[in-house]
């Protein structure tokens, strides 16, 4: 073996190993100032200390920390700002792809551009100059579209840099004039939705196309065409308004934000209809609970009822705190293969990624140390109260559009150097057209982040989740505040439950040839009503008592499923409810003692108490209904009253004199119904029971 001598660097032998003192860190600065006086590096970069041993420790370790001073990465936020430069070089760069229509070369128009502020409901008008096609290159079921270009409040005739919008008009020329508004009113309601969704920060934000109505003034009759950006892309439609959930292009995001805004509403709205570029939506519709406005295609708690029969909530679902929608056992088991797609689906919700970090340095000599040993980065949860984006970026609430800001300039030095230069010019610009908004001198900054705060409270009060258990535990609170006197209806919730049970009857979900599924429309009936809607009572009441019932009417409870309690009870519950049909079911259990459950007897005083309020019960109910027409006449409703007053019994007081008088109203009832032979039967009897008072 032969040993090879080591050189007086390398022994640690003439290192001269002890603690840091004072006085090196003195010696160290002075050092450090005769090397800048006279400036000397070593090969590693590191600054050359004079050779003594003394100071050969300090100055390793000073050239370790310079080292990694020099391999420092950049900041997050210089990466990010070098990104967007990045992004806007390749934007210039794509070119006009609509150069080759030459639409510069076609007539200038005027035409007053109506833009809607959802968060103030106002509507905003300026002027603007357009070339637009004369023929249209696309069209769908209803619109058919135009290729134009609109001029940009910063340019003066520069079209060939003028930005290109699709002009969209529909086909039937009777459509209404106010239906090109609602359109607009109903994508930018839609958008302040998408912005609260954001705000939540899901793993991928989603936008909706800034939309305005054009109104072509130089033309006859000034036509009006919707205005949009055009956006190069694939397509998609994720889901409709009738429940179709796109299968082959599955996605988590565009579901998981209509399920938020049917949680965030308090079951008010629900917004659908999901299509578009990525995650840029275009033409949603929205379902409201009062199904009056927003269109035709606002198909009410029906089109919810069907969005929701077809969503599986995912992890998205899950991280914004959503609650599933109650569904049969039937229907969790058919849905299983769309929960294999959703499993697939790439979307990895934030916080719960696995977070890829190269090592450098030293930490690859032990890599297995370095994973045990980095952090993740967990951020916020979905559920806390700090947004993560800055309310006064492009919103709705500022009308905002792309062409409306300066354009950036194209003489930059380097993506590093310039990229702080440009954001901070994005960010004036900004505050330019926040003092410059579409409402004038009253909109800053600060007011339009309030409003947003302020719709952000509007939302968290609205909140209530989509399982029936969270439903009936609100309807308790509200009776216990006193906010509710009335015992039923109002639960949108439970009107959407019902609306799938009669899908079910009318065979939504099944092929033709097949039968409906029976369990998964009694679940819903019943989901329904304990969610205290009054058909849905009524008829769950009804098939445990064996009754004849109007919703699905085919369907019968076996002898071991029927409830008589819970039927009384709900039957009880719909009479309260000031259903009338009810009311007699009451008074004649009570009155013939059939149908009562085993702990309830023959009561006369109850079977009166019920005939009265029937007969005396000329208004609504508490859903809005009226029943003017009974099996039972009321004159023989009073006729009976009148004889359990005549004979007593059963906790019922005998009074011959008001049995007398309940007769006699009867007859004159029966008298206006032309019963004559009826009428003068109860005149007799009304004469009977007199007899008897005059007797006793």
């Not at 003394?54 to 020099?70: C, L, T």
């Not at 009074?655 to 039967?681: H, I, R, V, Y």
């Amino acid at each position: 073996m032969v040993l090879v001598e080591r050189s007086m660097s390398e022994c640690s032998d003439d290192i001269d190993i002890r603690p840091l003192e004072l006085a090196d860190l003195q010696r160290r600065l002075s050092e450090r100032e005769e090397n800048e006086a006279e400036p000397g590096k070593s090969e590693d970069g590191g600054h050359m200390l004079p050779n003594e041993s003394g100071n050969r420790f300090f100055s390793a370790v000073f050239g370790m920390v310079s080292k990694k001073k020099k391999d420092r990465p950049l900041r997050k936020e210089v990466l990010a700002k070098m990104r967007w430069k990045n992004a806007i070089m390749k934007a210039r760069n794509l070119g006009d792809p609509w150069e080759k229509f030459h639409l510069d070369t076609y007539k200038t128009e005027r035409a007053k551009r109506h833009r809607y502020n959802a968060k103030r409901q106002r509507w905003v008008v300026d002027e603007v100059a357009v070339k637009m096609e004369e023929q249209p290159f696309n069209h769908g079921a209803m619109r058919e579209c135009y290729r134009l270009k609109k001029l940009s409040n910063f340019q003066k005739d520069d079209w060939v840099r003028a930005h290109n919008y699709v002009g969209k008009r529909y086909m039937d020329e009777d459509t209404p004039r106010s239906t090109y508004f609602e359109d607009v009113r109903l994508q930018m309601d839609a958008k302040l939705w998408g912005e609260e969704f954001n705000r939540h920060n899901p793993p991928k934000k989603v936008d909706i196309f800034q939309m305005a109505v054009l109104e072509m003034i130089d033309r006859e009759g000034s036509p009006l065409y919707h205005l949009e950006h055009f956006i190069e892309g694939n397509y998609v439609k994720y889901n409709s308004n009738s429940g179709f959930v796109k299968s082959d292009a599955i996605r988590m995001t565009p579901q998981a934000f209509s399920h938020f805004t049917f949680e965030r509403s308090g079951h008010s709205m629900i917004v659908v209809d999901i299509q578009g570029v990525g995650d840029l939506y275009t033409d949603p519709q929205i379902h409201t609970s009062r199904g009056d406005d927003y269109g035709d295609g606002n198909l009410g708690t029906r089109g919810m009822a069907l969005f929701l029969h077809s969503h599986r909530c995912n992890s998205i679902c899950q991280s914004l705190c959503l609650t599933p929608f109650d569904l049969a056992p039937s229907e969790l088991e058919a849905s299983k293969k769309v929960a294999d797609l959703l499993a697939s689906a790439k979307t990895i919700v934030r916080g719960t990624e696995e977070m890829v970090v190269t090592p450098i340095g030293d930490e690859t000599k032990s890599i297995q140390e370095y994973l045990r040993t980095r952090s993740l980065s967990s951020g916020y949860a979905s559920g806390d109260d700090k947004p993560r984006i800055k309310l006064t970026s492009i919103s709705s609430v500022e009308s905002y559009e792309s062409d409306d800001y300066p354009m950036l300039s194209e003489s930059e030095d380097s993506a590093i150097n310039s990229a702080k230069r440009d954001m901070d010019m994005v960010e004036r610009g900004r505050q330019r057209y926040d003092s410059m908004s579409d409402f004038g001198s009253e909109s800053s900054t600060a007011s339009k982040e309030n409003e947003l705060f302020n719709f952000k409270d509007m939302v968290q009060k609205r909140s209530r989740p989509s399982h029936v258990l969270g439903e009936i535990e609100h309807r308790k609170m509200l009776e216990e505040l006193e906010e509710t006197k009335s015992k039923t209806g109002g639960s949108i919730l439970g009107q959407i439950h019902l609306d799938l049970a009669k899908y079910h009857e009318l065979n939504r979900f099944v092929e033709e040839s097949e039968t409906y599924d029976h369990e998964a429309a009694l679940y819903h009936l019943n989901q329904s009503a304990k969610c205290g809607i009054l058909e849905a009572i009524i008829t769950v009441a009804y098939l445990h008592m064996g009754l004849p019932h109007n919703i699905l009417p085919d369907i019968e409870l076996d002898e071991d499923e029927k409830d008589m309690d819970v039927g009384f009870n709900y039957l009880l519950q719909a009479a309260e409810a000031n259903d009338r049909g009810a009311m007699l079911h009451i008074a004649k259990m009570y009155d013939t003692g059939y149908g009562l459950p085993e702990y309830r007897t023959v009561d006369w005083k109850q079977a009166v108490f019920w005939y009265e309020r029937a007969i005396n019960t000329n208004t609504e109910d508490e859903e809005g209904n009226f029943d003017a027409t009974m099996d039972d006449p009321q004159y023989q409703l009073i006729s009976r009253v009148a004889t359990m007053y005549w004979q007593g019994g059963n906790g019922l007081e005998k009074d011959p004199n008001k049995a007398g008088e309940q007769f006699s109203w009867a007859a004159e009832l029966a008298t206006e119904a032309m019963k004559g032979k009826l009428a003068s039967k109860y005149y007799m009897q009304a004469e009977e029971a007199w007899a008897e008072c005059e007797e006793e």
